[in-house]
Each structure stands twice: as C-alpha cells, then as structure tokens.
C-alpha cells in the first residue's frame, strides 16, 4: 500500500529487551515454531510496511526479510530502542508502523488499517481495542523528532500521543487483533495464537 505510488510506511519492530520477568529474551520465544521477532516483522510486512526494521539488544538477531539494528543501550528501557529504530530508518522512508514484539495477537490486519488510515491523510494513527490506545501506532516522518524526543526510560511513544492528541486518528481493531502480551510464564502458559496472524 502506497501514498499516491510513493515509499510505503516501514515497519519498526521493538525487540530488545532481556524480558526480565519472563526469565529470557521474548525476541527468541517460540510459539507454534515461530520466533516471536519472526512472527512480528511478517506481520509489518503482511500488512504492506516495506522495509522493516528490527530494533535488537539483550540478544543477537538475524532476521530473514528485515534489517537488524543493535541497541547498545536497550538496558536503559524501551526509549532507546525507539530512537534507534527511528535514527536508523532511510531517509526516503514517508512514515514508520511501530509495532512490539511480545504483542503477537497483533495482526497484518491492524497494520493494515494503519496504513489506511495514513492513506485518508492520518499522520498519526492508533490501533484502538474497547477505545483504549495501545500498538501498533503509525507516526509520520515530520513526528519522528519529536516521538524520540519524548522517548525516555521505558516508554516509547506513549508521551508524544497524549501531548498531542488533536494529530492523533484512532484506528479500531478490536475485531481484528489484540494487544495482549507475554510479560511473564503465567502469560505463556496461557496463550493461544489465532489462526489469522
């Protein structure tokens, strides 16, 4: 999906973190055989991003079909890992879908709607469950400063969401996917992944 023929929306993968609660990095849990980090950049791509890049730290990720940024700094909370995502996209590239990797309920649907959205003319777009925002969010080029700007400690673009609100466009996708995610084993232990991600 593309802007008038232009460089679509790339895809931003947030997978650093160690998952200190989860006892081991989640970007290398397996469900159904499929690496988390894998599952994450097929859904980016599925759902039109192009390219998509995948934010790495507590471990060493190689990843078919996407490019791999180390995060030196990834201890220092998800922040960094969204600056270093941002730095590193090219500079052609229009807009960026951020997604995180322990939410694997989400769906190349959502990411659809995202890019929908942006094709009506969204500069910033939300997924929505029950009217709650929560990822994958779509952030236009001319925001990416000011997102890691915002960016400090363990939050990502949480800060510039509720700072501006009148840019944001609600996307909802409670039809469509979830953004459950895998913080500890209890969470493991009880998830299902649906058939359609």
């Not at 990834?74 to 052609?92: C, F, H, I, N, V």
């Not at 009506?120 to 029950?130: E, L, M, N, Q």
């Not at 469509?176 to 991600?197: E, F, G």
Request: hydrophobic residues 45%; charged residues 20%.
């Amino acid at each position: 999906m593309t802007l008038h023929g232009a460089q679509p929306p790339a895809g931003l993968l947030l997978a650093a973190g160690g998952g200190s609660r989860l006892g081991r990095p989640k970007a290398l849990l397996e469900l159904d055989g499929e690496r988390l980090v894998d599952r994450g950049v097929r859904t980016l791509h599925d759902g039109g991003c192009a390219p998509v890049v995948v934010v790495a730290g507590a471990v060493t990720v190689e990843v078919i079909g996407a490019v791999v940024v180390p995060n030196p700094d990834w201890a220092t909370g998800m922040g960094s890992s969204l600056r270093a995502g941002l730095a590193a996209l090219p500079p052609e590239c229009p807009a960026a879908v951020i997604a995180l990797v322990d939410q694997p309920r989400v769906t190349s649907a959502a990411v659809a709607r995202l890019l929908a959205a942006y094709e009506d003319g969204a500069r910033v777009a939300v997924a929505t469950y029950g009217g709650r925002p929560r990822n994958p969010v779509l952030v236009a080029r001319e925001h990416f400063a000011a997102v890691a700007a915002s960016a400090v400690g363990d939050v990502g673009a949480r800060p510039f969401l509720r700072a501006n609100p009148g840019l944001v466009t609600a996307v909802p996708c409670d039809d469509v996917a979830s953004p459950d995610d895998i913080d500890t084993p209890a969470d493991l232990a009880a998830y299902t992944v649906p058939d359609d991600v």
